[in-house]
């Protein structure tokens, strides 16, 4: 028992020292060779490491190597590449070109106007959803923001609060709330006009939609108009980044796909 | 008894030495970080340079520190470059490298003098991320570089925007060609280039 004991303490020794020395390859080179012992099967191909020899690579950058189970999970994925080919089409033939001669006709500076007018107005989202993540610090600095904006920045044009005050804006909306409480992304659903989203996201948008202000416009055609406005006026500022990405995608909706839910991850953990 | 005190002083003293090292590391890459990117935002900032020319200058500063050629092998994956042919596997090297070159250089005409923030590096692992925080207008963009040390060098291996991770945006895509296609399928994608740009 104590010979197995004393063996047992030298094992973790050795590898506790090969783990927190500096030289990690040893370490990893040591695990290697203790799994290939343990594990003949699995043991690695080296023939196969061709003139690049990067199989010795692929082990040391494996963050890559696993991905997460719900994102293989994509059941709509007929649908969604079809709407994904619609939107695109529509972007392309209709979106863009209408984007282009707004953005030729108001010029860029009354557009970013008009976008920080429509960001200022969607303050009672942010309010929310950074209450509901009991983000209280972020919830304040929202809520000074819209004061000194609507006053200050004239009804939300301008953004003095971020200017001058170095105040930067949290945006927060349900699907992220969420996500903070750990509801797990769904299966990926690519929305009508609006593009990528999953299912925590889409169901999210629901409460967002009662929070903003536009929801409290009786009448349906103003509702709509301002809408168009606002969706064209977001468009136009974003062509040259939207073109710029879009070109380099080899398969489109995979790409958007991954990088929607990438960037929301990132989003939630922050 | 005692060999288990022993044993586990001596680790935490190995780990005590090993944080001096790390914070070491840390201000190498940030540092290294700071120089490339001044340097390029340096040629950016001259108007009235020819594109042809930037491109040129900026690929003169980045190119030993982007690895682009790991960066090609960790997108395609080891179950799909073990599919490879040896002379399959430079091709796609060869194509997918003056890509990512071509990609990159792209974006930088999306600069336009905005504000740059460094950040603080962090280590994860055996690696070290460092992040730039662009200051657009109505936010500020994060770009994170992940650095892997090559020899005494630190070397770029992967570049995330916002979350989005270059390796695995593509890395994605080739998995789906290579579900059904060959080898020779990814290689045509890339060889016909991008989708076509908006009319």
């Known amino acids: 028992m104590r010979t197995v004991q004393a063996g047992a303490i030298l094992l973790i020794c050795i590898f506790g020292m090969l783990f927190f020395s500096d030289d990690a390859d040893a370490a990893s080179k040591t695990i290697d060779r203790v799994r290939d012992i343990q594990l003949p099967a699995a043991g690695k191909i080296d023939k196969f490491g061709g003139p690049m020899d990067g199989f010795d690579e692929f082990d040391d950058f494996d963050e890559f190597e696993t991905e997460p189970e719900d994102k293989a999970w994509d059941p709509l994925m007929g649908y969604n590449r079809l709407m994904t080919r619609v939107n695109d089409t529509l972007y392309v033939w209709v979106l863009r070109p209408t984007a282009l001669v707004y953005g030729t006709v108001v010029k860029e500076p009354a557009r970013l106007a008009v976008n920080r007018f429509f960001t200022n107005l969607e303050f009672p989202t942010r309010l929310a959803n950074n209450l509901l993540q009991f983000k209280f610090q972020q919830a304040g600095t929202e809520t000074v923001r819209f004061g000194f904006n609507t006053t200050f920045g004239l009804l939300g044009f301008f953004d003095p609060a971020r200017s001058r005050l170095g105040l930067e804006p949290s945006p927060e909306d349900f699907g992220q709330t969420l996500g903070y409480w750990g509801v797990g992304p769904g299966f990926h659903i690519v929305l009508p006009l609006m593009g990528p989203s999953n299912l925590r996201d889409a169901l999210g948008r629901g409460p967002d939609i009662f929070l903003s202000p536009q929801y409290y416009i009786g009448d349906d055609r103003t509702s709509l108009i301002i809408s168009g406005i606002e969706r064209a006026n977001a468009i136009s500022l974003m062509t040259d980044r939207l073109d710029a990405f879009r070109k380099d995608a080899l398969d489109l909706y995979v790409f958007y796909r991954d990088a929607y839910e990438m960037n929301r991850k990132k989003m939630i953990e922050e | ?199």
Request: with cysteine; net charge neutral; proline share 4%.
């Open chain 2, 1 to 199: 008894m005692r060999k288990a005190v022993f044993c586990i002083t001596l680790t935490l003293m190995l780990l005590t030495a090993a944080f001096p090292a790390a914070a070491e590391q840390k201000a190498a890459v940030e540092a290294l970080l700071k120089s490339q990117v001044d340097a390029v935002l340096q040629i950016l900032k001259q108007k009235e340079m020819p594109d042809a020319q930037k491109h040129e200058k900026i690929m003169e500063i980045i190119g030993p520190t982007f690895d682009f050629e790991l960066m090609s092998r960790l997108t395609l994956g080891r179950a799909n470059w073990m599919k490879f042919s040896a002379r399959e596997q430079a091709t796609f090297i060869d194509l997918f490298v003056a890509r990512l070159k071509k990609t990159y250089l792209e974006k930088t005409s999306l600069y336009t003098d905005e504000a740059v923030i460094y950040r603080p590096a962090v280590v994860v692992g055996d690696k070290i991320h460092a992040s730039v925080g662009i200051v657009t207008e109505g936010k500020t963009v994060e770009i994170a570089y992940k650095f892997y040390a090559a020899g005494d060098q630190w070397k770029i291996y992967d570049v995330e925007v916002e979350g989005v991770s270059l390796v695995m945006s593509y890395r994605s895509q080739f998995n789906q060609i290579m579900q059904k296609g060959t080898p020779n399928d990814l290689l045509d994608e890339l060889r016909k280039g991008e989708i076509s740009p908006p009319a």
